[in-house]
Protein backbone atom coordinates (compact mmCIF):
# COMPACT_ATOMS: atom_id res chain seq x y z
CA UNK A 1 0.00 0.00 0.00
CA UNK A 2 2.92 2.27 1.06
CA UNK A 3 4.63 1.54 -2.83
CA UNK A 4 1.19 2.49 -4.27
CA UNK A 5 0.62 5.49 -2.06
CA UNK A 6 4.55 6.84 -3.54
CA UNK A 7 3.95 5.73 -7.23
CA UNK A 8 0.89 7.66 -7.10
CA UNK A 9 2.66 10.68 -5.66
CA UNK A 10 5.69 10.79 -8.29
CA UNK A 11 3.13 10.89 -11.36
CA UNK A 12 1.13 13.26 -9.34
CA UNK A 13 4.74 15.52 -8.86
CA UNK A 14 5.17 15.13 -12.62
CA UNK A 15 1.78 15.77 -14.09
CA UNK A 16 2.12 19.09 -11.88
CA UNK A 17 5.49 19.85 -13.21
CA UNK A 18 3.79 19.55 -16.56
CA UNK A 19 1.21 21.57 -16.23
CA UNK A 20 3.36 24.06 -14.52
CA UNK A 21 5.35 24.32 -17.28
CA UNK A 22 2.75 24.60 -19.89
CA UNK A 23 1.01 27.40 -17.80
CA UNK A 24 4.30 29.32 -18.13
CA UNK A 25 4.31 28.52 -21.70
CA UNK A 26 0.74 29.96 -22.28
CA UNK A 27 1.46 32.73 -19.97
CA UNK A 28 4.18 33.99 -22.25
CA UNK A 29 2.19 33.76 -25.40
CA UNK A 30 4.51 31.56 -27.48
CA UNK A 31 3.07 29.59 -30.14
CA UNK A 32 3.50 26.29 -29.06
CA UNK A 33 1.26 22.93 -30.13
CA UNK A 34 0.98 22.02 -26.57
CA UNK A 35 -1.09 24.35 -25.03
CA UNK A 36 -2.74 24.89 -21.59
CA UNK A 37 -5.84 23.98 -23.15
CA UNK A 38 -4.61 20.62 -24.28
CA UNK A 39 -5.33 19.36 -20.33
CA UNK A 40 -8.05 21.50 -19.49
CA UNK A 41 -10.21 18.54 -19.47
CA UNK A 42 -7.78 16.51 -16.87
CA UNK A 43 -8.68 16.06 -13.79
CA UNK A 44 -5.91 15.00 -11.48
CA UNK A 45 -7.65 12.56 -9.28
CA UNK A 46 -4.60 11.09 -6.63
CA UNK A 47 -6.70 8.40 -5.30
CA UNK A 48 -7.80 7.11 -8.89
CA UNK A 49 -4.20 7.26 -10.70
CA UNK A 50 -5.15 9.56 -13.80
CA UNK A 51 -1.97 11.50 -14.07
CA UNK A 52 -0.98 9.03 -17.16
CA UNK A 53 -3.38 10.45 -19.62
CA UNK A 54 -1.39 13.98 -19.17
CA UNK A 55 1.78 12.15 -20.30
CA UNK A 56 0.00 10.56 -23.05
CA UNK A 57 -1.26 13.57 -24.43
CA UNK A 58 2.46 14.87 -24.22
CA UNK A 59 3.61 11.58 -25.96
CA UNK A 60 0.82 12.10 -28.40
CA UNK A 61 1.74 15.68 -29.06
CA UNK A 62 5.18 14.90 -30.17
CA UNK A 63 4.24 12.14 -32.31
CA UNK A 64 2.07 14.30 -34.21
CA UNK A 65 4.84 17.18 -34.75
CA UNK A 66 7.34 13.89 -35.98
CA UNK A 67 4.56 12.74 -37.96
CA UNK A 68 3.97 16.33 -39.10
CA UNK A 69 7.51 17.18 -40.27
CA UNK A 70 9.44 13.90 -41.18
CA UNK A 71 8.05 14.16 -44.88
CA UNK A 72 9.42 17.44 -45.61
CA UNK A 73 12.82 15.44 -44.61
CA UNK A 74 14.87 13.13 -47.18
CA UNK A 75 17.98 11.08 -48.19
CA UNK A 76 20.35 13.35 -50.15
CA UNK A 77 23.59 10.89 -51.56
CA UNK A 78 26.02 11.75 -53.32
CA UNK A 79 28.39 10.57 -55.86
CA UNK A 80 32.02 11.91 -56.59
CA UNK A 81 34.69 10.52 -59.16
CA UNK A 82 38.01 10.38 -57.37
CA UNK A 83 40.91 9.40 -58.57
CA UNK A 84 43.14 6.60 -56.43
CA UNK A 85 47.01 6.31 -56.76
CA UNK A 86 48.36 3.34 -57.96
CA UNK A 87 49.82 1.18 -55.72
CA UNK A 88 53.77 0.80 -54.53
CA UNK A 89 53.35 -2.72 -55.05
CA UNK A 90 52.48 -2.36 -58.84
CA UNK A 91 56.21 -1.54 -59.14
CA UNK A 92 56.90 -5.24 -58.35
CA UNK A 93 54.08 -7.00 -60.26
CA UNK A 94 52.79 -5.71 -63.20
CA UNK A 95 49.20 -4.66 -64.06
CA UNK A 96 47.32 -5.50 -67.21
CA UNK A 97 46.05 -1.11 -66.60
CA UNK A 98 49.78 -0.51 -66.39
CA UNK A 99 50.53 2.34 -63.30
CA UNK A 100 48.55 4.66 -64.83
CA UNK A 101 46.10 6.20 -62.00
CA UNK A 102 42.86 4.68 -61.40
CA UNK A 103 39.48 5.81 -61.21
CA UNK A 104 36.73 5.39 -58.49
CA UNK A 105 33.17 6.53 -57.51
CA UNK A 106 33.13 7.51 -53.84
CA UNK A 107 29.88 7.81 -52.40
CA UNK A 108 28.66 10.12 -49.55
CA UNK A 109 25.34 10.11 -47.60
CA UNK A 110 23.33 13.35 -46.03
CA UNK A 111 19.97 15.01 -45.52
CA UNK A 112 18.15 17.57 -47.28
CA UNK A 113 14.21 19.39 -46.34
CA UNK A 114 12.32 20.27 -49.20
CA UNK A 115 11.08 23.82 -48.09
CA UNK A 116 8.76 24.52 -51.32
CA UNK A 117 6.49 23.15 -53.54
CA UNK A 118 8.41 23.74 -56.63
CA UNK A 119 11.06 21.22 -55.34
CA UNK A 120 13.89 23.18 -53.99
CA UNK A 121 15.37 21.51 -50.70
CA UNK A 122 18.10 23.06 -48.50
CA UNK A 123 21.24 21.05 -47.27
CA UNK A 124 24.34 21.62 -46.52
CA UNK A 125 27.43 23.03 -48.97
CA UNK A 126 29.69 20.53 -47.28
CA UNK A 127 27.32 17.44 -48.28
CA UNK A 128 26.80 18.12 -51.72
CA UNK A 129 30.37 20.34 -52.61
CA UNK A 130 32.31 18.17 -55.87
CA UNK A 131 29.58 16.14 -55.94
CA UNK A 132 29.65 14.56 -60.16
CA UNK A 133 25.83 13.24 -59.13
CA UNK A 134 23.01 13.82 -56.31
CA UNK A 135 20.20 11.93 -55.91
CA UNK A 136 17.29 12.36 -52.94
CA UNK A 137 15.20 10.15 -51.73
CA UNK A 138 11.98 10.81 -50.62
CA UNK A 139 9.99 9.78 -47.36
CA UNK A 140 7.78 7.59 -49.62
CA UNK A 141 10.95 6.07 -51.03
CA UNK A 142 10.56 7.62 -54.31
CA UNK A 143 13.95 8.85 -55.94
CA UNK A 144 14.92 11.61 -58.01
CA UNK A 145 18.27 13.05 -59.52
CA UNK A 146 18.78 16.87 -57.93
CA UNK A 147 20.34 19.66 -59.54
CA UNK A 148 22.51 22.32 -56.89
CA UNK A 149 20.75 25.83 -57.85
CA UNK A 150 23.80 27.37 -55.67
CA UNK A 151 26.02 26.87 -52.67
CA UNK A 152 27.00 28.82 -50.24
CA UNK A 153 30.09 27.88 -48.29
CA UNK A 154 30.61 31.15 -45.85
CA UNK A 155 27.47 29.91 -44.53
CA UNK A 156 27.65 26.13 -45.47
CA UNK A 157 24.62 25.98 -47.24
CA UNK A 158 23.42 24.52 -50.28
CA UNK A 159 19.94 25.10 -52.25
CA UNK A 160 18.78 21.33 -54.45
CA UNK A 161 15.85 21.66 -56.44
CA UNK A 162 14.08 18.40 -57.91
CA UNK A 163 11.48 17.65 -60.62
CA UNK A 164 8.38 16.20 -58.52
CA UNK A 165 4.90 16.73 -57.57
CA UNK A 166 3.09 16.13 -54.64
CA UNK A 167 5.56 16.98 -52.13
CA UNK A 168 5.69 17.72 -48.62
CA UNK A 169 6.90 21.20 -48.20
CA UNK A 170 7.90 22.29 -44.32
CA UNK A 171 6.85 25.51 -42.78
CA UNK A 172 9.45 27.93 -42.12
CA UNK A 173 9.33 29.69 -38.39
CA UNK A 174 11.30 32.28 -37.02
CA UNK A 175 14.94 31.58 -35.87
CA UNK A 176 15.06 34.65 -34.34
CA UNK A 177 12.57 33.82 -31.69
CA UNK A 178 13.76 30.61 -30.61
CA UNK A 179 14.56 30.57 -26.60
CA UNK A 180 17.09 28.06 -25.18
CA UNK A 181 15.68 25.71 -23.15
CA UNK A 182 12.94 25.06 -26.00
CA UNK A 183 12.04 21.80 -26.83
CA UNK A 184 12.94 20.48 -30.70
CA UNK A 185 13.38 17.39 -32.84
CA UNK A 186 16.52 16.73 -35.21
CA UNK A 187 15.08 14.26 -38.02
CA UNK A 188 17.74 12.91 -40.93
CA UNK A 189 19.17 10.00 -42.02
CA UNK A 190 22.42 9.09 -39.52
CA UNK A 191 25.02 6.67 -40.37
CA UNK A 192 23.28 4.92 -43.24
CA UNK A 193 20.44 4.79 -45.64
CA UNK A 194 18.63 2.07 -43.44
CA UNK A 195 17.93 4.50 -40.81
CA UNK A 196 17.24 7.29 -42.81
CA UNK A 197 14.18 9.60 -41.21
CA UNK A 198 15.51 9.41 -37.80
CA UNK A 199 14.03 11.61 -35.32
CA UNK A 200 15.49 12.58 -31.65
CA UNK A 201 14.76 14.73 -29.32
CA UNK A 202 16.51 17.44 -27.25
CA UNK A 203 16.25 20.70 -26.33
CA UNK A 204 18.13 24.14 -27.49
CA UNK A 205 21.45 24.39 -25.83
CA UNK A 206 22.45 27.62 -27.07
CA UNK A 207 22.15 30.03 -29.57
CA UNK A 208 24.99 32.81 -31.46
CA UNK A 209 27.37 30.11 -30.95
CA UNK A 210 30.25 30.50 -33.49
CA UNK A 211 32.92 27.16 -33.69
CA UNK A 212 35.26 28.49 -36.07
CA UNK A 213 34.59 25.84 -38.52
CA UNK A 214 34.01 27.83 -41.68
CA UNK A 215 36.61 29.94 -40.77
CA UNK A 216 38.57 28.96 -43.49
CA UNK A 217 36.29 30.58 -46.13
CA UNK A 218 35.73 33.75 -44.37
CA UNK A 219 32.46 32.33 -42.84
CA UNK A 220 29.30 33.67 -41.06
CA UNK A 221 28.90 31.70 -37.99
CA UNK A 222 25.59 32.17 -35.57
CA UNK A 223 24.85 28.77 -34.99
CA UNK A 224 21.66 27.21 -32.80
CA UNK A 225 23.18 24.91 -30.39
CA UNK A 226 21.13 21.11 -29.11
CA UNK A 227 21.53 18.37 -27.53
CA UNK A 228 19.34 16.39 -29.88
CA UNK A 229 20.88 13.39 -31.60
CA UNK A 230 23.17 14.73 -34.28
CA UNK A 231 25.37 12.35 -36.06
CA UNK A 232 27.21 11.90 -39.51
CA UNK A 233 24.76 11.56 -42.40
CA UNK A 234 22.37 14.26 -39.88
CA UNK A 235 23.90 17.45 -41.97
CA UNK A 236 21.66 19.14 -43.80
CA UNK A 237 18.21 17.78 -42.35
CA UNK A 238 16.23 19.36 -39.96
CA UNK A 239 15.92 21.20 -36.46
CA UNK A 240 12.13 21.72 -35.89
CA UNK A 241 10.23 23.04 -32.96
CA UNK A 242 6.99 22.05 -31.12
CA UNK A 243 5.03 23.89 -33.85
CA UNK A 244 6.61 21.89 -36.76
CA UNK A 245 8.47 24.66 -38.08
CA UNK A 246 12.22 24.41 -39.48
CA UNK A 247 14.36 26.44 -36.98
CA UNK A 248 17.91 25.23 -38.23
CA UNK A 249 19.61 23.21 -40.83
CA UNK A 250 21.73 20.64 -38.94
CA UNK A 251 25.11 21.18 -39.73
CA UNK A 252 28.00 20.04 -37.24
CA UNK A 253 28.67 18.22 -33.82
CA UNK A 254 31.38 18.74 -30.86
CA UNK A 255 32.87 15.40 -30.38
CA UNK A 256 35.77 13.80 -28.91
CA UNK A 257 34.43 10.19 -30.76
CA UNK A 258 33.13 10.79 -34.16
CA UNK A 259 29.61 10.32 -32.79
CA UNK A 260 26.84 12.33 -30.54
CA UNK A 261 28.35 13.88 -27.31
CA UNK A 262 24.72 15.72 -27.12
CA UNK A 263 26.61 18.84 -28.41
CA UNK A 264 25.09 19.49 -31.98
CA UNK A 265 24.93 23.02 -34.31
CA UNK A 266 22.39 24.32 -36.89
CA UNK A 267 22.76 27.06 -38.89
CA UNK A 268 19.51 29.22 -38.55
CA UNK A 269 16.59 29.36 -40.63
CA UNK A 270 16.19 32.97 -40.87
CA UNK A 271 19.97 32.68 -42.50
CA UNK A 272 19.20 30.10 -44.71
CA UNK A 273 16.38 31.45 -45.89
CA UNK A 274 18.25 34.73 -46.99
CA UNK A 275 20.59 32.54 -48.91
CA UNK A 276 18.40 30.34 -50.69
CA UNK A 277 16.52 33.83 -52.30
CA UNK A 278 19.70 35.29 -52.71
CA UNK A 279 20.65 32.44 -54.50
CA UNK A 280 17.04 31.54 -56.16
CA UNK A 281 16.64 35.27 -57.45
CA UNK A 282 20.64 35.97 -58.43
CA UNK A 283 21.85 33.06 -59.15
CA UNK A 284 24.28 34.16 -56.33
CA UNK A 285 24.62 35.35 -52.49
CA UNK A 286 24.45 38.86 -52.24
CA UNK A 287 25.40 40.04 -48.90
CA UNK A 288 24.44 43.10 -46.57
CA UNK A 289 27.28 45.71 -46.87
CA UNK A 290 28.55 48.60 -43.95
CA UNK A 291 31.72 49.59 -45.23
CA UNK A 292 33.72 50.01 -42.16
CA UNK A 293 36.78 48.20 -40.20
CA UNK A 294 37.28 46.90 -36.88
CA UNK A 295 39.17 49.46 -34.25
CA UNK A 296 39.00 47.11 -31.16
CA UNK A 297 35.66 44.70 -28.89
CA UNK A 298 34.79 46.81 -26.25
CA UNK A 299 36.30 44.65 -22.88
CA UNK A 300 36.24 46.08 -19.48
CA UNK A 301 39.08 47.76 -19.88
CA UNK A 302 38.07 49.72 -23.25
CA UNK A 303 35.12 50.48 -21.48
CA UNK A 304 36.79 52.04 -19.13
CA UNK A 305 39.01 53.81 -20.76
CA UNK A 306 36.55 55.02 -23.39
CA UNK A 307 33.88 56.09 -20.20
CA UNK A 308 31.14 53.68 -21.34
CA UNK A 309 28.78 52.15 -18.96
CA UNK A 310 28.59 48.72 -19.96
CA UNK A 311 31.40 46.43 -21.21
CA UNK A 312 29.50 46.38 -24.90
CA UNK A 313 29.87 46.80 -29.11
CA UNK A 314 32.76 47.41 -31.20
CA UNK A 315 34.95 50.26 -31.99
CA UNK A 316 34.94 51.61 -35.68
CA UNK A 317 37.97 51.48 -36.56
CA UNK A 318 37.78 52.94 -40.42
CA UNK A 319 34.99 53.96 -42.57
CA UNK A 320 34.90 53.43 -46.28
CA UNK A 321 35.07 56.48 -47.98
CA UNK A 322 31.26 56.66 -50.14
CA UNK A 323 29.89 53.57 -48.31
CA UNK A 324 26.62 53.16 -46.74
CA UNK A 325 28.09 54.05 -42.75
CA UNK A 326 29.74 56.63 -44.75
CA UNK A 327 26.92 58.21 -46.17
CA UNK A 328 24.84 57.51 -42.41
CA UNK A 329 27.37 60.33 -40.55
CA UNK A 330 29.40 57.39 -38.60
CA UNK A 331 32.60 58.27 -37.91
CA UNK A 332 36.08 56.43 -37.01
CA UNK A 333 36.29 56.03 -32.90
CA UNK A 334 32.41 55.58 -32.60
CA UNK A 335 31.13 52.35 -30.60
CA UNK A 336 28.49 50.76 -31.98
CA UNK A 337 26.78 49.25 -28.97
CA UNK A 338 23.72 47.57 -30.90
CA UNK A 339 21.96 46.74 -34.04
CA UNK A 340 17.80 46.96 -34.02
CA UNK A 341 17.94 47.22 -30.62
CA UNK A 342 20.26 44.16 -29.68
CA UNK A 343 23.21 44.21 -27.84
CA UNK A 344 26.19 43.61 -29.75
CA UNK A 345 28.04 40.84 -28.06
CA UNK A 346 31.29 40.06 -30.70
CA UNK A 347 32.86 41.68 -33.81
CA UNK A 348 32.20 38.21 -35.43
CA UNK A 349 28.37 38.69 -34.59
CA UNK A 350 27.75 42.00 -35.41
CA UNK A 351 29.55 41.32 -38.72
CA UNK A 352 27.25 38.06 -39.54
CA UNK A 353 24.19 40.23 -38.79
CA UNK A 354 25.02 42.39 -41.39
CA UNK A 355 26.46 40.11 -44.22
CA UNK A 356 23.17 38.12 -44.02
CA UNK A 357 20.48 40.75 -44.47
CA UNK A 358 19.98 41.68 -47.75
CA UNK A 359 21.48 45.16 -49.16
CA UNK A 360 18.90 47.84 -49.12
CA UNK A 361 17.80 46.64 -45.37
CA UNK A 362 18.23 49.68 -42.98
CA UNK A 363 19.42 49.11 -39.71
CA UNK A 364 19.23 50.62 -36.83
CA UNK A 365 22.59 51.31 -35.01
CA UNK A 366 23.03 52.58 -31.40
CA UNK A 367 26.09 54.96 -31.30
CA UNK A 368 28.41 55.82 -28.58
CA UNK A 369 30.54 59.39 -29.73
CA UNK A 370 32.56 61.23 -27.54
CA UNK A 371 30.18 59.65 -24.40
CA UNK A 372 26.64 60.62 -26.05
CA UNK A 373 24.46 58.17 -27.14
CA UNK A 374 23.07 58.69 -30.62
CA UNK A 375 21.07 56.16 -33.22
CA UNK A 376 21.66 56.01 -36.74
CA UNK A 377 19.76 54.41 -39.74
CA UNK A 378 22.00 52.86 -42.04
CA UNK A 379 20.73 51.37 -45.50
CA UNK A 380 23.38 48.53 -46.22
CA UNK A 381 24.55 48.22 -49.55
CA UNK A 382 25.75 45.57 -52.11
CA UNK A 383 29.17 43.59 -50.73
CA UNK A 384 31.99 44.86 -53.06
CA UNK A 385 32.26 41.22 -55.12
CA UNK A 386 36.26 42.60 -55.56
CA UNK A 387 36.13 41.97 -51.85
CA UNK A 388 34.69 39.00 -51.77
CA UNK A 389 36.50 37.35 -54.54
CA UNK A 390 39.48 38.56 -52.86
CA UNK A 391 38.64 36.65 -49.41
CA UNK A 392 37.39 33.76 -51.24
CA UNK A 393 40.52 33.01 -52.72
CA UNK A 394 42.08 29.62 -51.55
CA UNK A 395 45.78 28.80 -50.96
CA UNK A 396 46.99 26.78 -53.93
CA UNK A 397 47.34 23.03 -52.91
CA UNK A 398 50.26 22.66 -54.33
CA UNK A 399 51.82 25.55 -52.93
CA UNK A 400 50.56 24.01 -49.34
CA UNK A 401 52.05 21.05 -50.00
CA UNK A 402 55.63 22.26 -50.70
CA UNK A 403 55.37 24.78 -47.97
CA UNK A 404 54.09 21.98 -45.32
CA UNK A 405 51.74 24.82 -44.11
CA UNK A 406 48.73 27.00 -44.61
CA UNK A 407 47.79 30.39 -44.38
CA UNK A 408 44.62 32.22 -44.94
CA UNK A 409 43.64 35.98 -45.03
CA UNK A 410 44.40 38.19 -42.03
CA UNK A 411 40.90 39.39 -40.57
CA UNK A 412 40.35 42.26 -38.19
CA UNK A 413 38.68 39.84 -35.37
CA UNK A 414 42.21 38.01 -36.14
CA UNK A 415 44.41 40.89 -35.81
CA UNK A 416 42.51 41.29 -32.39
CA UNK A 417 43.09 38.04 -31.40
CA UNK A 418 46.99 37.99 -32.26
CA UNK A 419 46.84 41.20 -30.27
CA UNK A 420 48.81 42.78 -33.53
CA UNK A 421 49.44 46.33 -33.44
CA UNK A 422 47.32 48.68 -35.96
CA UNK A 423 47.69 48.77 -39.52
CA UNK A 424 49.25 45.23 -39.55
CA UNK A 425 48.75 43.65 -43.37
CA UNK A 426 49.98 40.34 -44.07
CA UNK A 427 48.47 36.93 -43.77
CA UNK A 428 48.30 34.53 -41.02
CA UNK A 429 49.38 30.87 -41.15
CA UNK A 430 46.47 28.93 -39.94
CA UNK A 431 48.13 25.20 -39.62
CA UNK A 432 51.56 24.03 -40.26
CA UNK A 433 53.53 20.26 -40.46
CA UNK A 434 55.67 19.78 -37.70
CA UNK A 435 58.05 17.90 -40.44
CA UNK A 436 58.05 21.17 -42.51
CA UNK A 437 61.66 22.70 -43.33
CA UNK A 438 59.65 26.23 -42.45
CA UNK A 439 58.08 24.78 -38.90
CA UNK A 440 62.33 23.78 -37.94
CA UNK A 441 63.21 27.24 -39.31
CA UNK A 442 61.15 28.83 -36.25
CA UNK A 443 57.21 29.43 -38.30
CA UNK A 444 54.47 28.35 -36.27
CA UNK A 445 50.62 28.42 -36.30
CA UNK A 446 49.81 32.02 -35.51
CA UNK A 447 52.69 34.05 -37.04
CA UNK A 448 52.02 36.55 -39.80
CA UNK A 449 53.47 36.76 -42.79
CA UNK A 450 53.44 40.17 -43.93
CA UNK A 451 56.43 39.77 -46.76
CA UNK A 452 57.90 37.45 -49.12
CA UNK A 453 61.29 37.60 -50.76
CA UNK A 454 61.06 41.11 -50.09
CA UNK A 455 57.66 41.93 -51.66
CA UNK A 456 54.76 42.42 -49.49
CA UNK A 457 51.84 40.48 -49.31
CA UNK A 458 48.09 40.86 -47.88
CA UNK A 459 45.74 38.29 -49.27
CA UNK A 460 46.59 34.71 -50.25
CA UNK A 461 46.64 35.19 -54.06
CA UNK A 462 49.18 37.40 -53.71
CA UNK A 463 51.02 34.71 -51.65
CA UNK A 464 50.46 32.05 -54.30
CA UNK A 465 51.50 34.24 -57.01
CA UNK A 466 54.78 34.94 -55.16
CA UNK A 467 55.35 31.65 -54.04
CA UNK A 468 54.64 29.99 -57.67
CA UNK A 469 57.20 32.09 -59.07
CA UNK A 470 59.77 31.07 -56.46
CA UNK A 471 58.46 27.59 -57.16
CA UNK A 472 59.70 27.79 -60.58
CA UNK A 473 62.97 29.47 -59.71
CA UNK A 474 66.07 27.48 -59.61
CA UNK A 475 67.03 28.07 -56.49
CA UNK A 476 63.55 28.23 -54.80
CA UNK A 477 64.98 30.09 -51.77
CA UNK A 478 62.04 31.50 -49.52
CA UNK A 479 62.65 34.72 -47.49
CA UNK A 480 59.38 35.46 -45.04
CA UNK A 481 59.19 38.21 -43.10
CA UNK A 482 56.86 37.46 -39.96
CA UNK A 483 55.23 39.49 -37.11
CA UNK A 484 55.44 36.51 -34.27
CA UNK A 485 54.55 37.50 -30.51
CA UNK A 486 54.92 41.14 -31.22
CA UNK A 487 58.33 40.74 -33.01
CA UNK A 488 59.30 41.26 -36.82
CA UNK A 489 61.27 38.30 -37.64
CA UNK A 490 62.97 36.34 -40.59
CA UNK A 491 62.39 33.43 -41.52
CA UNK A 492 64.19 31.39 -44.56
CA UNK A 493 63.87 27.90 -46.13
CA UNK A 494 63.96 26.39 -49.25
CA UNK A 495 60.84 24.70 -51.29
Known amino acids: MKDSYSS????AVVAVLLVGFYTLDFQSSRASILSLSDFSDLKMDEAEGEPAPVLAKFNNAIVDVAEQATPSVVTVTVTQTVEAQPSPLSLFFRSPR???????????????????????????????????EIEVELYNDMVFDAKVIGTDPRTDIAVLKIDAEDLNPIPLGNSDKVEVGELVLAIGSPLDEGLAHSVSMGIISAKGRRIGILADAGGYENFIQTDAAINPGNSGGALVNMNGELIGINS???????????IGFAVPVNIAKRVMKSIIEHGRVIRGFLGITLGGQVDAVMARALGLEKAQGVVVGGVREGGPADEAGLEEGDVIQSINGTPIESWAAFRTAVATSAPGTEIELGIVRDGEKETYTVTLGEYPQELATEQNQPQNQSIEEKTGFRVQNLTPEIARQLGLSEGVEGIVVTDISRTSEAY???LKRGDVITAVNREPVSTVSEFNEIMSEVAESEDGVVLLNVVSGGYNRFIAFEL
Do not use: K
Request: glycine share 16%.
Open 8 to 11: YLLW
Open 98 to 132: GNAPREFMRRGLGSGVIVSEEGYILTNNHVVENAD
Open 252 to 262: AIASQSGGNQG
Open 440 to 442: RQG
